[in-house]
């Protein structure tokens, strides 16, 4: 009776066998889909001593059976005993992470993930760690250097979270040279990909060797991408190429850096200049304002004065962004002539962008600086010969006044407005009725009834049409009829 006993215990596993042997595929994968109530017979301790082993050494079959034992073994946890025992379920897996067919591989790959998550911080370091590494690398190699792009794409897209999950090592030895080859890439999507990266991937290495790598290995990748063929290449490196300055520190940044930083500072393409203007605080943190100034400073000036307009265009655009990273005292001390120069370039949109630039930038330094540094210079264009350069003031007050508020606008720039008034040029004087319309909402209603009705109701006799258009309608919409 015991002896019957005993062959009744080893029924479910012979059961097993016998199915798996079979020559009916679908017989096999009805076996397979069993495993949870054979393992529920067995109960936890020869789950893990003989079903376990049994499926480890006899994954051979059809790929739909792989498939489903793949997906049955994530599920498995309990079935041997809870996490503390959940590493015996990595040797069937890694098993089945190193078939040839690629759905078994991924569905075994998610099984893995997920009872990682059941592991303990000791058991990942014993059990898992060492079977992740060695299954991680052959694979990554080829992913690597896959003939098809877009796995390579993906690749160097996921580079630094593959850094991470393999360690120094690994990172050393393996990771970059597979990374100078993705930054070298055929494809400019790949090499934008790694480019994005670069910075990741630098903060990442192994601090005994992190300057060695980078200067030896990375750096020059990276002067290649600089004069890179296409520009989502070289946006991509200008994202992230000034972080690299903390990682070196001053001397490597002033010697080897900079110079990449002023080449791509003069790309033709816009994006690339907004980048590296955008994170400029990186190198100042490292080098400090003076030696940034005294390379960025005339590259900068360069731009400003280029001969093509959309190019000078570009640089005011990005001109707040650049005072409010290097401060008042160097705006006021190098970029503030510049600033005034553009509000009588001999192109319109320049002209219109520089009265934009100066309003963000009382945005950014306040009334006050507004008041000591920007607006005498403004009211001074009043008196240009040019009545284009007067006009431009005018355009000036337009938007300075809202930003500056009732007290200066009343005080230093109405009186201004009042005066070109009785300019010799129609243009001039219908754009004072314009101005007293857009300004009005600033000034008090004392100052509308007693100062501006008196000036628009002048303007609105002019013997220009449309000089009495504009202050009719300046009239009407600030209700002083």
Not at 226 to 232: A, E, I, K, P
Not at 233 to 244: E, N
Not at 268 to 275: A, G, H
Not at 418 to 426: E, H, L, P, R, T
């Amino acid at each position: 009776m015991a002896g019957a006993d005993s062959d009744d215990s080893l029924y479910p596993i012979a059961v097993l066998i016998d199915e798996l042997r079979n020559e009916d595929v679908q017989l096999r994968l009805n076996s397979i889909k069993k495993l949870s109530t054979i393992a529920l017979a067995l109960g936890v301790e020869r789950t893990r001593t003989e079903l376990l082993p049994f499926l480890t050494d006899t994954i051979y079959d059809e790929d739909e059976v792989l498939l489903a034992l793949a997906e049955q073994l994530g599920n498995f946890t309990m079935l041997v005993g809870g996490p503390e025992y959940v590493h015996c379920l990595l040797p069937p897996l890694e098993s089945l992470a190193t078939v040839e067919e690629t759905v078994v591989r991924d569905k075994a790959v998610e099984s893995l993930r997920k009872i990682s998550h059941e592991h303990s911080p000791v058991d990942l370091e014993v059990h898992f760690e060492p079977l992740v590494k060695p299954l991680v690398m052959p694979t990554l190699r080829q992913a690597a250097e896959d003939k098809s792009w877009r796995v390579r794409y993906m690749v160097a897209d996921k580079f630094s979270d593959l850094q991470k999950a393999v360690g120094p090592e690994i990172t050393k030895n393996d990771l970059v040279p597979a990374f100078q080859n993705l930054l070298k890439d055929c494809e400019a999507e790949v090499r934008a990909a790694a480019a994005n990266k670069v910075k990741e991937f630098c903060e990442n290495l192994p601090e005994d060797s992190r300057e060695t790598i980078i200067m030896t290995h990375i750096l020059p990748c990276v002067k290649e991408l600089v004069s890179d063929t296409n520009q989502h290449v070289k946006s991509a490196l200008a994202s992230v190429i000034m972080g690299l300055s903390t990682i070196l520190g001053k001397d490597n940044t002033i010697e080897h850096l900079l110079p990449l930083f002023l080449a791509q500072l003069k790309d033709e393409c816009p994006e690339v200049r907004l980048n590296i203007i955008s994170n400029l605080d990186c190198v100042n943190e490292v080098i400090g304002i003076r030696q940034l100034s005294q390379s960025l400073l005339p590259a900068i000036v360069e731009l400003a004065e280029d001969a093509k307009w959309r190019v000078r265009l570009a640089i005011i655009e990005y001109m707040p962004l650049l005072a409010g990273q290097l401060g008042v005292e160097f705006f006021d001390e190098k970029l503030n002539s510049l600033c005034m120069a553009w509000l009588v370039d001999h192109v319109y949109a320049i002209r219109e962008a520089a009265t934009c630039n100066l309003m963000k930038l009382v945005e950014k330094f306040g009334a006050e600086w507004a008041q000591n540094t920007i607006v005498p210079k403004v009211l001074g264009m009043a008196n240009d010969p040019n009545y284009l350069h007067r006009m431009t003031t005018l355009f000036c007050i337009n938007a300075l006044s809202e930003v500056c508020g009732q007290e200066i606008t009343t005080k230093h720039m109405l009186p201004v407005v009042f005066k070109m008034s009785n300019d010799q040029v129609a243009n001039v004087r219908f754009n004072v009725a314009k101005s007293l319309q857009k300004i009005g909402p600033v000034l008090d209603s004392n100052c509308l009834q007693t100062e501006v009705k008196p000036v628009l109701e002048k303007l609105a006799s002019d013997q220009d049409m449309d000089v009495k258009y504009f202050a009719q309608e300046a009239i009407s919409v600030l209700s002083l009829a």
